[in-house]
């Protein structure tokens, strides 16, 4: 509810977050579902994406060249799995990711502009409350009815 313009993916909330905002007041990135499902299909290989996009190799590879940890093993477990499992293909994403970023980052250089979507979204939000988020897990996630507790 503080008016933050949201960058992501059409996932989860995500979806519902971009319906209610607007589509020009939310900076989407990332594969659509169909896009992960072909992926996946066709062999999703993490590690070429990266051998792929230099800019992209040059981060994962610092991460154990010791630029921020003396331990160059501390985030190998991260690496690996960016690498050779990356479950929600987050290396695929990375380029979309990016030139979103630079979206956004010229988007709140237009004053009016992100003043605007930023007003949007705080107005437009409500619906994701905290109160109407839990009672419609109670009903349709955890089945269970509110008690009255005498104070």
Not at 17 to 46: C, D, H, M, S
Not at 53 to 82: C, H, M, Q, Y
Not at 109 to 118: A, I, L, P, V
Request: aromatic share 10%; charged share 25%; hydrophobic share 40%.
């Amino acid at each position: 509810l503080n008016g933050a313009v949201t960058m992501g993916t059409l996932d989860g909330a995500n979806i519902e977050i971009r319906e209610r905002v607007g589509a020009e007041n939310f900076f989407l990135f990332g594969l659509t579902a169909e896009q992960v499902f072909a992926l996946k299909e066709q062999g999703y290989t993490p590690v070429d994406v990266c051998a792929s996009n230099p800019e992209l190799k040059l981060a994962i590879d610092s991460l154990t060249s010791g630029l921020w940890a003396a331990d160059r093993e501390l985030f190998k477990p991260i690496v690996d799995s960016l690498l050779h499992h990356d479950e929600y293909l987050l290396l695929a994403d990375y380029a979309s990711y990016i030139e979103c970023q630079e979206a956004a980052a010229q988007a709140y250089q237009d004053e009016e502009r992100w003043t605007r979507m930023s007003i949007l979204n705080t107005a437009r939000c409500g619906f994701f409350s905290s109160d109407r988020t839990i009672s419609q897990y109670c009903d349709e996630t955890w089945n269970v009815r509110p008690i009255h507790v005498p104070l």
